[in-house]
Structure formats: structure tokens, C-alpha cells
Nanobody, 117 residues
Framework: QVQLVESGGGLVQAGGSLSLSCVAS????????MGWYRQAPGKQRELVAN???????NYADAVKGRCTISRDTAKPTVTLQMNNLKPEDTAVYYC???????????WGQGTQVTVSS
């Protein structure tokens, strides 16, 4: 099993910044992709950004140019730096890790991000 613990959510004004971090523990040796998803009230969960072991990152169009994802494979930890936040970024943000060998997803419990206008 893999456990994911998120931190860094909170309340911020529009135009502000937040950094979300997620630490994985347990059987992490086949984790080859980590990332962040978000779910706003009444909407489906959607990808924000993810990053593979080699360092290649993928971003949703809505956050390109405003977010940077990074990963420390030794720990392993994934961090999402979000800048120029907008009210539409308000959502619960979930950390995701993928075991490529088992083709299995793991999820954190979520952290609330609220952007006020």
C-alpha cells in the first residue's frame, strides 16, 4: 500500500500564490508518476498537473504558465507551486500517485484551496 499526505492548502486572495506538497510513504518503489487533481463543487475531478520519474511534466490548459510541478524521487515528494491564483482555482486538491508496474492509482485525502476575489 501507498499512503499520500498532502499539505499547503488554504485561503488566498486572487493573484496570490500557494504551494502544495505531497509526501508518499509505504510501498513506493514502483511509483513512476505523481501529480495533482482538483474537484470543485458540482464538477468532476480534473487533472491539474503530473510528472513522471524522468521529469517530464504535463499541465492542464487552465493552469499552464501559472503552475509548476516538481518531484523529489528520493523521498518521494511532489510539489505544486501555484501563482496568480484565480477564484476559479477554488477546489479540493488531491495528490495522486501511480504504480506503473501494477497499473494502480493511489489518492490523498485532499486539501482545500480557496481563492477569494
Amino acid at each position: 500500500q501507498v499512503q499520500l499526505v498532502e499539505s499547503g492548502g488554504g485561503l488566498v486572495q486572487a493573484g496570490g500564490s500557494l504551494s502544495l506538497s505531497c509526501v508518499a510513504s509505504g510501498r513506493t518503489f514502483n511509483i513512476n508518476r505523481m501529480g495533482w487533481y482538483r474537484q470543485a463543487p458540482g464538477k468532476q475531478r480534473e487533472l491539474v498537473a503530473n510528472i513522471v520519474s524522468g521529469g517530464l511534466a504535463n499541465y492542464a490548459d487552465a493552469v499552464k504558465g501559472r503552475c509548476t510541478i516538481s518531484r523529489d524521487t528520493a523521498k518521494p515528494t511532489v510539489t505544486l507551486q501555484m501563482n496568480n491564483l484565480k477564484p476559479e482555482d477554488t477546489a479540493v486538491y488531491y495528490c495522486n500517485a501511480v504504480n506503473g508496474f501494477l497499473n494502480r492509482d493511489y489518492w490523498g485525502q485532499g486539501t482545500q484551496v480557496t481563492v477569494s476575489s
